[in-house]
């Protein structure tokens, strides 16, 4: 069996047909904007749907002639740096703790409904707060990262155990919870 391995150079993204691969990715998000904008300014619902659709369409069009323009190996290296960008290996405290925040305010704000509700019917009845609630807790496990999942996985497998090595003891070894 053979496998390919494509090595990427390190002036991948420095040529002309790279830049206006580039403004073509860019331009095919910024094309979203139109759908807001077309809102704000009261446009009729079938004119706003047709426009979503046709935007739609044209975002995966630009998308397939931005890999034409730009190259495979061009192509391979804006995905790499986006992924690194987007999806870094580590996560920051301060992205960790706005990601914990993120996980735990709609859980506790879910928590204390039935009982807000006793005191106030119509505090927390509204279907939009629930929603944003629902979207935030989603959007957190991206923000908090692939570790964080782990550690909510292990919650659920009977035999892991708790090794934190980010602590070290006096005799050089990792400090945790090991059952």
Avoid at 20 to 47: E, K
Avoid at 70 to 91: D, N
Wanted: charged share 15%; net charge positive.
């Amino acid at each position: 069996m053979t496998t390919f391995r494509h090595e990427l150079g390190p002036s991948s993204l420095a040529g002309r047909r790279c830049k206006l691969g580039i403004a073509i990715f860019i331009l095919a998000f910024v094309l979203w904007l139109l759908v807001p904008l077309a809102a704000a300014l009261q446009a009729p619902p079938a004119r706003i749907a047709a426009m979503s659709g046709a935007i739609f369409v044209a975002n995966k069009v630009m998308l397939v002639i931005c890999v034409a323009v730009m190259g495979k190996e061009g192509f391979l290296q804006l995905k790499a740096i986006l992924s690194r960008a987007l999806f870094p290996t580590e996560v920051g405290p301060t992205r960790y703790t706005i990601g914990l925040v993120m996980f735990c305010l709609p859980l506790v704000s879910a928590m204390l409904e039935p009982y807000v509700e006793q005191f106030w019917p119509d505090a927390g009845s509204d279907l939009w707060l629930k929603a944003v609630g629902d979207l935030m807790l989603i959007a957190s496990f991206f923000v908090l990262g692939g570790e964080f999942w782990n550690k909510v996985h292990a919650l659920f497998v009977r035999t892991a155990k708790v090794v934190d090595t980010g602590r070290m003891d006096a005799s050089g070894t990792a400090s945790g919870i090991v059952n």
